[in-house]
C-alpha cells in the first residue's frame, strides 16, 4: 500500500508531514510512503490516501472528500497547488477516490502521531 504525503520541509507551517515520516516508516512496515510534489506529473493509484497539513483543525481528522476542503486562488501558473493537481486528476478520471488525513499546523510530532497512528491504521486496514 502507499500513502502520499505533501508538505515543505522549507515553511515551518507545512512542514510536520514530512518530519513525521522516519517515525510512519518506522511502525507501518508494509506501508511506501511518499513524497509529491504538486508541480509535477503524479503517477498514482486510482485510490489514494494521503497525508497534508490541513489549516483550521486542531486535531488529526480523516477528509473522505476534496468537496472538504476550499480551493485557494489560482491567479498564475505558480498558484497551482495539491488540490489543484488532485481536482484536475479526479475530473480526468485519473484517480477515484481520495483519503486526506489532514495534520493541524503548529503542533509537535508527539503532540499528533498518536491520532495519525490511529487513522492510518483504520485507512489502511479497508
Same mark, same amino acid.
Given at each position: 500500500?502507499?500513502?502520499?504525503?505533501?508538505?515543505?520541509?522549507?515553511?515551518?507551517?507545512?512542514?510536520?508531514?514530512?518530519?513525521?515520516?522516519?517515525?510512519?516508516?518506522?511502525?507501518?512496515?508494509d506501508t511506501?510512503?511518499? /513524497?509529491?510534489?504538486?508541480? $509535477?506529473?503524479?503517477? +498514482?493509484? &486510482? %485510490?489514494?490516501?494521503?497525508?497534508? /497539513?490541513?489549516?483550521?483543525? $486542531?486535531?488529526?481528522? +480523516?477528509? &473522505? %472528500?476534496?468537496?472538504?476542503?476550499?480551493?485557494?486562488?489560482?491567479?498564475?501558473?505558480?498558484?497551482?497547488?495539491?488540490?489543484?493537481?488532485?481536482?484536475?486528476?479526479?475530473?480526468?478520471?485519473?484517480i477515484r477516490?481520495?483519503?486526506?488525513?489532514?495534520?493541524?499546523?503548529?503542533?509537535?510530532?508527539?503532540?499528533?502521531?498518536?491520532?495519525?497512528?490511529?487513522?492510518?491504521?483504520?485507512?489502511?486496514?479497508?
Amino acid at each position: 500500500m502507499q500513502v502520499f504525503v505533501f508538505g515543505n520541509p522549507d515553511i515551518e507551517v507545512d512542514s510536520l508531514p514530512i518530519r513525521l515520516l522516519p517515525s510512519l516508516r518506522e511502525t507501518f512496515h508494509d506501508t511506501e510512503f511518499m /513524497t509529491l510534489d504538486p508541480n $509535477e506529473d503524479w503517477d +498514482v493509484p &486510482e %485510490d489514494m490516501i494521503v497525508i497534508d /497539513t490541513v489549516v483550521n483543525t $486542531e486535531k488529526v481528522a +480523516v477528509f &473522505e %472528500d476534496l468537496k472538504a476542503f476550499m480551493a485557494a486562488p489560482r491567479l498564475t501558473c505558480h498558484d497551482f497547488d495539491a488540490y489543484a493537481n488532485l481536482m484536475l486528476m479526479m475530473k480526468l478520471g485519473k484517480i477515484r477516490t481520495v483519503r486526506i488525513v489532514g495534520i493541524p499546523p503548529g503542533k509537535q510530532p508527539d503532540e499528533v502521531l498518536p491520532e495519525l497512528n490511529k487513522a492510518l491504521n483504520t485507512l489502511l486496514s479497508n
